[in-house]
């Protein structure tokens, strides 16, 4: 008969118990590849540690996720901190992770994160200090190896966007520990120098071969630098603390060659187009002027002095002909009149009467005798003729009522 027969329930919290009074167990340090990574919607990581000869359950629970800086992929090298302990409703082991870090490179890690928070509650990455790059430089400033592809890249891509750009090279150390100082003095040299943009960087490589560009010094001298910083530093997925503090950030140096230097040629395009909209808008000006100027000077002559007196001059003959018209009109109906008055003068005339045998009496005084009264025997008088006049004597007198005769 059998003795001793267990639960499993049993088995598997007496196991527990074992692993629980284990001291080792409850706090240790596990190195291996992550495989089978999943982030739970409920804020777990779930994934497995394996080596080249066995695996481990793992799980990070959502109130220790403050121990993982970085997101978790498959295939990464990491060293995991936590407690083995055992799940007794499935009766396994797992390791319970309080703490994650990348292999080799995860003190590197959290010293980068960690003065990536200090430089931040600094103000050094608030976009209000980051300086605008200038659009037209003619002087670039570059601090980077001597030697390698970065300074290779970036003189070709310079020199054929824009070969009249003066490149100047700051020869410095990018790795190992004179790096930092070399940077920084590079840095210095070429604000001194004059550079319109400097750019900062070197090609990739691992954590710690960009670690020079994670100094504390380096960060420094590109936010006090005067001249815009570009910073082009690794691959396009390196990140680095001089990104963050630089002016503008390339993923790449032949980026920052590009964002640096302006297109010589399409500058030129450029200017061809503004040349032609400037030529068309001045045309448009000057015959917009034209017209207003040829309005203003048919105003002018219209309204000029000249003008004016021509056209009062020609207002003065009208008036002029209007006033001969109506004195000829005048003159034409006096001369009428004053022929008619003359007809009536002629009827009228004693030369008319004296030409038709009638004469008239004058005494010697030039008085005409009217009357037989102013005759006086013996007295001298004129007789007017057509012909002269003739001097006589009144010898007799005699009164005739001649109007008296003519009436009966």
């Given at each position: 008969?059998?003795?001793?027969v267990?639960?499993?329930?049993?088995?598997?919290s007496?196991i527990?118990?074992m692993?629980t009074?284990d001291?080792?167990?409850?706090a240790?340090f596990v190195?291996g590849?992550?495989?089978?990574?999943k982030y739970?919607?409920?804020g777990?990581i779930?994934?497995?540690l394996?080596?080249?000869k066995?695996t481990?359950s793992?799980?990070m629970?959502?109130?220790n996720?403050?121990?993982?800086a970085?997101?978790?992929?498959?295939?990464q090298?990491?060293?995991v901190?936590?407690?083995v302990?055992?799940y007794e409703?499935?009766g396994?082991?797992?390791l319970?992770?309080?703490?994650?870090v990348?292999?080799?490179?995860g003190?590197?890690?959290e010293?980068?994160?960690?003065?990536k928070?200090?430089?931040?509650?600094r103000?050094?990455?608030d976009p209000c200090?980051k300086?605008?790059?200038?659009?037209?430089?003619s002087?670039?400033g570059?601090?980077?190896?001597?030697?390698?592809?970065?300074v290779?890249?970036i003189?070709?891509i310079a020199?054929r966007?824009?070969?009249y750009?003066q490149?100047v090279?700051?020869?410095?150390?990018v790795q190992?520990?004179q790096?930092?100082?070399?940077?920084?003095r590079?840095i210095?040299?070429l604000?001194?120098?004059g550079?319109?943009?400097?750019i900062v960087?070197?090609?990739?490589?691992s954590?710690?071969?960009?670690?020079?560009f994670?100094?504390?010094?380096v960060?420094?001298?590109?936010f006090d630098?005067?001249?815009?910083v570009?910073?082009?530093?690794g691959?396009?997925t390196d990140t680095?603390?001089?990104?963050?503090?630089?002016?503008?950030?390339a993923p790449?140096p032949?980026a920052?060659?590009?964002?640096?230097?302006?297109?010589y040629?399409?500058?030129?395009?450029?200017?061809r187009?503004?040349?032609?909209?400037l030529d068309?808008?001045?045309?448009?000006?000057?015959?917009l002027y034209r017209?207003y100027?040829?309005?203003l000077g048919?105003?002018l002559r219209?309204?000029?002095?000249?003008?004016?007196?021509?056209e009062k001059?020609?207002?003065?003959?009208k008036?002029?002909?209007r006033?001969?018209?109506?004195?000829?009109a005048?003159?034409t109906?006096?001369?009428?009149?004053?022929?008619?008055?003359?007809?009536k003068l002629?009827?009228l005339?004693?030369?008319?009467k004296l030409?038709q045998?009638?004469s008239?009496?004058?005494?010697?005084e030039g008085?005409?005798?009217?009357?037989?009264?102013?005759?006086e025997p013996?007295?001298l008088?004129?007789v007017?003729?057509r012909?002269?006049?003739?001097t006589?004597k009144t010898?007799?007198?005699?009164s005739v009522e001649?109007?008296?005769?003519?009436?009966?």
């Open positions: 008969m059998m003795q001793n267990y639960t499993v329930a049993q088995v598997n007496y527990k118990n692993f009074q001291f080792m167990l409850q240790l190195k590849e992550v495989s089978n990574c739970h919607s409920s777990h779930y994934f497995t394996k080596d080249e066995g481990i793992c799980v629970f959502a109130g996720r403050s121990g993982l970085f997101r978790m992929q498959e295939g090298q990491v060293i901190g936590g407690t302990d055992v409703r499935d396994k082991y797992q319970y992770a309080r703490q994650i990348l292999d080799g490179a003190l590197l890690y010293r980068f994160e960690k003065l928070d200090e430089l931040r509650e103000g050094m990455f200090y300086r605008p790059i200038p659009k037209y430089i002087v670039l570059v601090v980077t190896a001597a030697t390698g592809a970065a290779r890249d003189i070709n020199s966007r824009n070969p750009v490149i090279l700051y020869p410095a150390v190992g520990g790096a930092a100082p070399s940077i920084v590079g210095r040299a604000e001194r120098f550079a319109d943009v400097i960087g070197r090609g990739g490589g954590i710690e071969d960009l670690w020079a994670n100094e504390e010094t960060a420094e001298a590109i630098c005067s001249v815009p570009i910073s082009a530093v691959h396009e680095t603390i001089a990104d963050y503090v630089a002016d503008l950030r790449t032949s920052a060659a590009e964002l640096a230097v302006y297109e040629s399409q500058y030129e395009e450029t200017l187009e503004y040349r032609y909209v068309r808008l001045l045309k448009n000006k000057l015959g017209g100027l040829e309005n048919w105003k219209h309204l000029s002095p000249a003008n004016q007196i021509r001059r020609t207002y003065a003959l008036l002029e002909e006033l001969e018209s109506a004195m000829e005048v003159l109906e006096k001369r009428h009149l004053l022929e008619v008055y003359i007809e002629r009827g005339s004693p030369l008319d030409k045998g009638f008239y009496v004058s005494d010697g008085r005409t005798i009217s009357s037989i009264e102013a005759a013996g007295k008088l004129h007017h003729v012909d002269g006049i003739i006589a010898l007799d007198k005699e001649w109007e008296q005769k003519e009436k009966n």
